[in-house]
């Protein structure tokens, strides 16, 4: 029963990950013709279609998806804690899996670029992508402390800030150090 719950809540995880970047990958205007964009926006298309239709949204922010990812998250508390009611508190910590799953993307998705920085030099189109993603991130520390000669302290300032965001979370918000 556990490699059962195991699997099914990994696989709700992948896709609200999934989600979550096809919003971000819309907030910041990625390149729709990018191989990679056009595989997110497939693998997430199956699902969010259905609802565009139903609640027509025309913003910056694709509201439809993040609802969807919230509705994963909260159907994943049942199963990750075996409950068999129904109650409020589900709302909440389905709130919290979202959000911290929005914190370890961000990450995963900076520790991303530094390691294909390294390799291919934006020669590929998950390269272009993820430097896409991750400048609104980079930009404002930049201003502050800008890179010195092949060193740019922005990406370990970031990952420092998302660090501390979570022990944050670890800290004062009740739920967080479950999931």
Request: proline share 4%.
């Amino acid at each position: 029963m556990l490699a059962l719950i195991f699997l099914v809540t990994t696989i709700m995880t992948l896709y609200i990950k999934i989600l979550l970047l096809h919003i971000w990958m819309q907030l910041v205007q990625c390149d729709g013709y990018n191989s990679f964009t056009q595989l997110i926006m497939s693998i997430t298309r199956p699902v969010v279609s259905p609802f565009q239709r139903v609640f027509k949204y025309h913003g910056t922010c694709d509201v439809v998806s993040l609802l969807i990812a919230y509705m994963i998250s909260v159907l994943m508390v049942p199963i990750m804690l075996k409950l068999v009611s129904f109650d409020a508190i589900l709302f909440y910590l389905g709130l919290v899996i979202l959000l911290k799953a929005l914190g370890v993307l961000i990450f995963w998705v900076i520790i991303g670029r530094s390691l294909t920085s390294w390799m291919s030099q934006g020669s590929n189109s998950v390269d272009e992508i993820l430097l896409q993603l991750t400048e609104p991130f980079m930009i404002p520390i930049r201003r502050l402390i800008p890179p010195t000669g092949d060193l740019d302290f922005s990406v370990m300032i970031v990952i420092g800030i998302l660090y501390l965001l979570n022990f944050i979370g670890l800290e004062y918000i009740p739920g967080w150090a479950n999931f």
